[in-house]
């Protein structure tokens, strides 16, 4: 401010002949103290005390000619105080929460978006692993099913032939039946060869004979019981004597014909 002292001397110096130059010379000096003091104060003050300042210098100046120095057109401007500035320890806006909680919620909502695509990525491909599962599952029990089908369509029709064979040969086993009884003996031979032939066709057809077993325990699913017989030293329930052989379809859990058989008392 060194420049603008000097000039408030010179001006005081020139004006020191008169009482208006004196109050000339004074308010120029409050003019200088004025700007002196906003120089140290800084700019954040200003617009705070200018009124202050302004009657200080009309103070200092004093009245001219009975008149004050400042007329209406110098009066005082008002001036909008400056907003103090926001410290750290003022919480942060409204505006300024709501975008954290907008950034905060999308950041959420993409998180949650990508949860749903790896969810519905991860169930797109069991669902096709598990499609795929049911299709080859579904071929294979159909092809087996077909297989089992002309399978059986194959062992019925043997099984028509066999029987088809069998009832033309008792037909002529029939029709053979002599008259004069000294030929019987090689007619019932006839007999026993087609007895024969039937029983190698159904062992053929997997059709097995088995027969129950004398003093075993009587079991309805595989015996089939068709009266009773008192045994000595036989205790009751059991097989006592078997009536007819049982058939079964290659093993004697399927049973087809269940034994015929006599149960002790």
């Known amino acids: 401010m060194g420049p603008r002292r000097s000039t408030a001397a010179r001006i005081a110096a020139a004006c020191a002949g008169s009482d208006a130059g004196r109050g000339i010379a004074a308010c120029v000096a409050g003019v200088a103290r004025y700007s002196a003091g906003f120089s140290d104060r800084g700019p954040h003050t200003v617009g705070t005390d200018v009124s202050t300042d302004r009657s200080v210098v009309d103070r200092v100046a004093g009245p001219i000619n009975g008149t004050e120095l400042m007329s209406a057109d110098n009066a005082p401007i008002p001036t909008e105080p400056v907003r103090p500035r926001l410290s750290s320890s003022v919480a942060p806006s409204t505006i300024q929460r709501l975008v954290e909680e907008m950034i905060a919620l ?119 019981r068709v009266g009773s017989k008192r045994v000595e030293g036989m205790g009751p329930l059991l097989v006592a004597e078997q009536i007819e052989p049982g058939y079964a379809s290659q093993q004697p859990e399927f049973v087809l014909r269940r034994p015929k058989v006599l149960v002790s008392e």
């Open 106 to 224: 999308r950041e959420h909502t993409s998180r949650q978006l990508k949860f749903f695509e790896q969810s519905l990525r991860q169930a797109r491909e069991e669902s096709t692993t598990n499609f795929s599962q049911f299709v080859n599952e579904t071929t294979r029990v159909y092809q087996q099913t077909r297989q089992e089908l002309h399978g059986d369509k194959r062992v019925a029709l043997a099984l028509q032939n066999e029987l088809l064979d069998i009832a033309l040969d008792l037909a002529r086993l029939c029709a053979s039946r002599p008259a004069d009884p000294k030929d019987l003996p090689a007619w019932s031979e006839s007999v026993a060869v087609l007895a024969r032939k039937v029983e190698a066709t159904l062992a053929r057809l997997g059709i097995q004979r088995y027969d129950a077993v004398v003093s075993t325990a009587y079991n309805p699913a595989i015996h089939e």
